[in-house]
């Protein structure tokens, strides 16, 4: 299938799902840039002089490697004690493989990475490259075949050229010829190359250039069409690959429906009275609150594991009695807070819960129904307003941890929560939830729920900020995923304030400036009992894509961006690769696609969008308007 589905809420009952059309021209470009990522899925940071080691600096620009670590990849080189010239460049050449270069900082994931086991040294390319090599487009060089002659009978002390054992590391280190370890330019080729195609990346020697292929024309314009009435804020697709996804709506119920092939005129097809899972009696449903994400376990085909994220009410459930985010160690006094919506802090919190299916065979997919008791509490916590609380859970297609997207907790984050380094509020987290913890090590942890922390998540190792943190300085994220063929691209939907609605590429620790900036604009916050963060003490990551709320809505007078996905269907060769996106009134929709390829640099185009004359329901219109009234759009989802 390569279809898409949108999503209302309850007072716009409508599910649409979406066909690609040429029949309008508006086409509105809209550039922006940020930074892409660097080997460990961290952002660049800003370069200050110049690389004394791999050269380079001294204009500006960003970099993944720093002075500090330039100087210890210096030092790392001379302990080597590389006795042969050609043999010493070879070398040097593979080490600075992470320096500044941009095309390194955008593809280095790739560069560094096969089948999941982290490399010492990159993939060298072996054989004759293509266009995604890193180096010249028009290069034919066997690298991977250069550096076996090149060093093979020269002893290298400590060599970064060693076998991976299982888990990634190398030997231990020693003295050594690669003709000591390796029987043959085949068997050394065997472990560090790799062939260069339009889905990997590989080292070749050579300068950097990008890939200047012009990008396919962007589409003319959506066809949508109606094919269910019902009010859904969450789809997932069944992990089995069939045409099958689960709904849920806010009120906690969960279904399993089949959704029909683009253009059959069918409809989506399940029982609403026989949900898969019922939890309204845990669910506290208002404007903001309800069940805001359902996840399923990588190996739910196994397993049959997934995961639910709500909201509930203290004063109404026991089992609803997380610790509040608004703490000492954040410096909020509840006390002091005041009452939101007629709300004491933290009366209302937010929760992710495991549940299982109800297999009734060995195989998980016949399962119909889910245990309706939950699993495990994976977490609670306590909000300290009644709104921005994101609440969308989704786990990583490379490493199977979940992450979770927290919003600042509302009101204009006056204690500035996004930019404290100890509350998990304007955050993303991630977890390890199949290392399960005893009560006793949850509490000698302090951990919000029960799960583990990820070994590399950027802050284990740093007290002054909470462990569980994988991305800061965000607002509200609504609607996060992950590109399926380039996984390293982690795309948020980060809503604004006033002014402006982002997406960002999510990098490993990175910050994105909430509340010192509204996307490019500075922000003055009314109230600010919890201080202020100075603009010159963060390093904050500017959006990749995003509009201003007065490019729509400017009846209504604000905006508010839904999240989508890069489409990788086959449809539509116009929409392949690029990243779609909307606003939650329906009133715009763009794709926005980065050009070159891996650079960082963006560009959105807003796209128009009618009914199908076909749609297996009429979809309905406001008088005088001639787009479809699809009241909120709370979801975009790519098919199988």
């Given amino acids: 299938m390569g279809e898409m589905l949108l999503h209302a809420p309850r007072r716009s009952s409508l599910l649409l799902a979406v066909c690609w059309c040429s029949r309008l021209l508006l086409l509105f470009p809209v550039p922006a840039s940020a930074m892409p990522l660097c080997t460990d899925s961290r952002a660049p940071v800003p370069m200050n002089g110049t690389m004394g080691f ?10 993944c490697c720093g002075a500090s670590a330039d100087a210890a990849l210096r030092k790392q080189f001379e302990a080597m004690n590389v006795s042969d010239a050609a043999c010493a460049g070879v070398v040097k050449s593979v080490l600075c493989a992470v320096r500044l270069d941009r095309y390194f900082v955008a593809r280095s994931s790739e560069l560094f990475n096969s089948s999941s086991k982290i490399r010492m040294v990159p993939l060298l390319c072996n054989g004759p490259t293509s266009a995604s090599s890193a180096g010249s487009k028009d290069s034919t060089q066997d690298y991977c075949k250069l550096v076996w002659e090149t060093c093979k009978n020269v002893t290298i002390l400590d ?24 029987q043959s330019e085949n068997d050394f080729c065997t472990s560090f190359g790799g062939s260069s195609d339009n889905q990997s990346v590989c080292l070749n020697g050579n300068a950097v250039s990008f890939n200047t292929t012009e990008p396919s024309p962007s589409p003319k314009g959506i066809c949508l069409e109606r094919i269910g009435n019902g009010s859904y804020l ?73 995961f639910v994220s709500y909201n509930c009410d203290r004063t109404q459930s026991p089992n609803c009695a997380g610790r509040c985010s608004c703490n000492s160690d954040v410096n909020c006094d509840p006390s002091k807070v005041g009452t939101d919506n007629g709300a004491q802090p933290c009366k209302y919190q937010v929760v992710v819960s495991e549940y299982s299916a109800k297999v009734p065979s060995s195989n998980v997919s016949e399962a119909t129904s889910a245990n309706p008791s939950e699993v495990r509490r994976i977490f609670t916590m306590g909000l300290p307003y009644t709104s921005h609380h ?28 996004s930019q404290n380094k100890k509350s998990l509020l304007g955050k993303i987290m991630r977890f390890d939830i199949d290392a399960i913890q005893s009560q006793s090590q949850i509490l000698n942890k302090s951990l919000w729920g029960n799960y583990s922390i ?19 300085g965000l607002r509200n994220p609504w609607r996060c995923s992950f590109d399926s063929e380039r996984p390293s691209y982690f795309y948020c939907a980060d809503v604004g304030q006033d002014l402006y609605e982002e997406v960002d590429l999510i990098s490993k ?55 989508g996905f890069v489409y990788r269907g086959s449809s539509d060769p116009c929409l392949y690769g690029r990243y779609m996106y909307a606003d939650l009134y329906a009133s715009a929709m763009w794709t ?30 406001a008088a005088g308007d001639s787009l479809p009234s699809l009241g909120y759009v709370f979801l975009l989802w790519r098919g199988q």
């Fill in 54 to 63: 791999c050269g380079g600096g001294g204009g500006g620009g960003s970099t």
């Fill in 159 to 182: 060599s970064p050229f060693q076998p991976p054992l299982q888990g990634g590391a190398g030997l231990p280190s020693s003295s050594s010829k690669f003709t000591v370890v390796w």
């Fill in 234 to 306: 969450n789809m997932a697709p069944h992990p089995d690959g069939s045409n099958r996804v689960f709904l849920s709506n806010q009120a906690g119920k969960i279904w399993l429906a089949a959704v029909p092939e683009q253009g059959s005129g069918g409809t989506l097809q399940f029982d609403e009275a026989s949900p898969f899972l019922d939890i309204t009696d845990e669910v506290h449903l208002d404007s903001e609150f309800g069940l805001m994400g359902i996840a399923f376990h990588p190996k739910f085909a196994t397993n049959g594991r997934f």
């Fill in 390 to 417: 994101g609440g969308q859970i989704l786990f990583g297609p490379t490493d199977g941890y979940m992450y979770l997207m927290m919003g600042d907790g509302g009101k204009g984050d006056p204690f500035n929560f």
């Fill in 454 to 472: 990820p070994k590399d998540n950027p802050f284990t190792d740093d007290s002054g900020l909470e462990p569980e943190i994988w991305a800061l």
């Fill in 509 to 563: 620790g990175g910050n994105y400036g909430w509340r010192v900036y509204e996307g490019p604009y500075i922000y003055q916050p009314e109230w600010s009992p919890g201080g202020n963060t100075s603009l010159k003490s963060i390093n904050a990551i500017s959006p990749v894509m995003g509009y201003n709320h007065s490019a729509v809505n400017k009846n209504i007078g604000s905006a508010s961006i839904t999240g």
């Fill in 592 to 621: 926005g696609t980065e050009t070159p390829e891996s650079s960082g640099n963006y560009t959105s185009t807003q796209i128009p969008f009618s009914c199908s004359k076909n749609s297996p329901i009429p979809c309905d219109s």
